[in-house]
């Protein structure tokens, strides 16, 4: 049973451009959406994170929305550049349950020149 | 610069060997995770523990899977007898859980191949 659904699984975009990535979840007892950013070689790091009880957060060029009757959140980008370029994974987690990250299948994003 | 460290960095070993890895967490960090991440089944969660007891290892191949916190600052994954299917990379995260969401930092993760 996949509990998140992530889309797309590439994307690629001209830089400056404003890539989206979405996330479909199914048990409406997660309280906490986090996204990761991975470099190959390298361990998936933190990149911005929302509790249900907000529908945006903005960190610097990236912006969560999140909709909760949809049960749906997804990953913007703005002015995206090629150092961007990287896989993104969408989790999800029972914040006060057994604190496990189910991640989605993950975004291949590459930003062109 | 705190980071959580992995050794080794990749193994490569023959199918029935034992294969151990080893994960440095933060200082001060009272939980530890286990990851393993494949191309057909994607980042998957193994095991963590708080304080160093196991609190869940429900990911885990028990026959053939171990983990443990011999103290606060080794975490170790163990593989006995090893099999090609166990091809992955595994990662080990730390973090710091109080009440609020307890942001995972991941290390670099081990490549394992087993031939």
């Known amino acids: 049973q996949q509990q998140v659904k992530q889309s797309p699984q590439s994307l690629i975009v001209q830089k400056g451009g404003i890539p989206i990535i979405n996330c479909a979840y199914e048990?409406?007892?997660?309280?906490?959406f986090p996204w990761y950013q991975q470099f190959p070689g390298k361990g998936p790091a933190l990149l911005i994170a929302?509790?249900?009880?907000?529908s945006e957060k903005k960190e610097g060029r990236f912006t969560i929305s999140f909709n909760k009757s949809a049960k749906q959140f997804s990953l913007h980008i703005m002015d995206s550049q090629p150092g961007d370029s990287a896989t993104y994974f969408c989790a999800v987690i029972f914040l006060f349950g057994n604190e496990k990250l189910t991640f989605g299948t993950g975004t291949r994003l590459t930003i062109i020149p | 610069d705190a980071r959580v460290t992995q050794t080794p960095r990749h193994k490569v070993t023959e199918m029935g060997q034992e294969v151990t890895m080893r994960c440095q967490p933060i200082?001060?960090?009272?939980?530890v995770f286990w990851y393993r991440q494949t191309m057909m089944q994607g980042l998957e969660l193994l095991a963590y523990f708080r304080n160093r007891a196991p609190l869940d290892d429900s990911g885990m191949p028990k026959d053939r899977f171990s983990a443990e916190m011999p103290d606060a600052t080794l975490a170790t994954l163990k593989i006995q007898p090893s099999e090609p299917r166990d091809s992955a990379v595994y990662f080990c995260?730390?973090?710091?859980?109080?009440?609020?969401?307890?942001?995972?930092?991941f290390g670099p993760g081990t490549r394992l191949t087993v031939l």
């Open positions: 929302i509790r249900p009880d907000v």
């Open positions: 200082l001060g960090h009272n939980t």
């Open positions: 995260a730390s973090g710091f859980k109080a009440g609020g969401p307890a942001e995972q930092f």
């Open positions: 048990n409406t007892a997660f309280d906490y």
